[in-house]
């Protein structure tokens, strides 16, 4: 049965109620013309070792494969662009995302919030949350629910809130009027690729991850990958230089989720206090931060790389 205007209206506004900076919604078609930018990317290597991302290509195509009764995609985006930052002469530098709790844990947290407001009002509905999820293709989809575009850099930017997003898929049996997709703004800007230090974003929309800060200070931190060691220009988990360069990112509202402000001790770390990181400190430090999954000894290690 389709849901009415009013329904799609009492998502939205509840999204907002919540804390979520936008929420859009689509049709759970097949993303034919991405999965096959995607096949054609990971023949070509340009996940290095990030072999997880060969999995789950059915599913990436057809979202439905993941719940059989989904009618709607709901996207929900939650800025996270913190109003304090790390020095900007830091000689270690940590990806902004990284600055407060895991977003992994809050946004899940949040959305299940959602659902339970949502099914109090609309009885019966189904719904399913997926937060950096390998089965889904979570920017392609945040840019169909209206959300934003893929801006060259291969993010999702949004006129309002930039590119500094966590992004949340919810799969609903609930048949719901759809948003349209935002046309692309990056018109003639080039800054994304012309800033990146390692030459990551190849062309437009066209990222090498295997190069990237990013991908060497996070992803290829497991025990069986190995890597040409590239410079890592003071970076010692992710990196935010392509996104720094947007102009889209000029001027735009710092988070209002209490949970992504950072932890003040990160703030105060001076060169001398990473260079003396013991495991201690590290686990404390992180305690409640995406940073841990990567462990102590990879970070010594980017630590090492970003000073030499
Ligand atoms: S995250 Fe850093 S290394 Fe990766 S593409 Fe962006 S600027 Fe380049
Ligand atoms: S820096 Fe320019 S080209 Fe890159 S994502 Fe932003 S607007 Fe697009």
Redesign the pocket.
């Known amino acids: 049965m389709r849901e009415n205007t009013d329904t799609v209206k009492f998502i939205k506004d509840t999204a907002k109620k919540i804390g979520f900076d936008g929420c859009g919604i689509a049709s759970p078609v097949v993303l034919e013309r991405d999965v096959d930018y995607l096949i054609k990317w990971l023949s070509e290597n340009k996940h290095g070792n990030i072999k997880y991302l060969e999995k789950n290509i059915e599913q990436k195509a057809d979202i439905r494969k993941l719940s059989g009764n989904a009618k709607s995609v709901i996207a929900l985006v939650q800025n996270y662009y913190p109003s304090k930052k790390q020095d900007e002469n830091a000689v270690y530098k940590i990806?902004k995302y990284a600055y407060g709790n895991d977003y992994h844990a809050v946004m899940k947290t949040k959305a299940a919030e959602f659902i339970l407001a949502l099914q109090k009002k609309i009885k019966n509905a189904e719904f399913k949350i997926f937060v950096d999820s390998n089965t889904i293709l979570e920017k392609a989809w945040a840019a169909r629910c209206g959300l934003g575009w893929i801006g060259k850099?291969?993010l999702l930017l949004n006129k309002d809130i930039g590119s500094f997003m966590f992004i949340c898929i919810i799969l609903t049996d609930l048949v719901l009027d759809y948003d349209e997709m935002h046309e692309d703004n990056c018109g003639n800007c080039n800054a994304?690729i012309n800033?990146?230090?390692?030459?990551?974003?190849e062309k437009p929309h066209q990222?090498n991850?295997s190069?990237?800060?990013?991908?060497h200070t996070i992803e290829s931190s497991s025990a069986n990958v190995q890597d040409e060691p590239i410079s890592t220009?003071g970076?010692i988990y992710?990196?935010?230089?392509?996104?720094d360069?947007c102009p889209w990112n000029n001027e735009i509202p710092f988070t209002k989720e209490s949970a992504f402000k950072p932890n003040p001790d990160l703030l105060k770390m001076s060169k001398n206090d990473w260079e003396k990181l013991n495991e201690k400190t590290f686990e404390k430090l992180f305690k409640d931060s995406a940073i841990k999954r990567i462990g102590f000894e990879k970070m010594k290690k980017n630590i090492e790389t970003a000073g030499s």
């Open positions: 990806a850099n291969t994304c800033a990146c230090p390692v030459g990551a974003i990222l991850a190069k990237c800060i990013a991908y220009k970076w992710g990196c935010d230089i392509c996104q360069a």
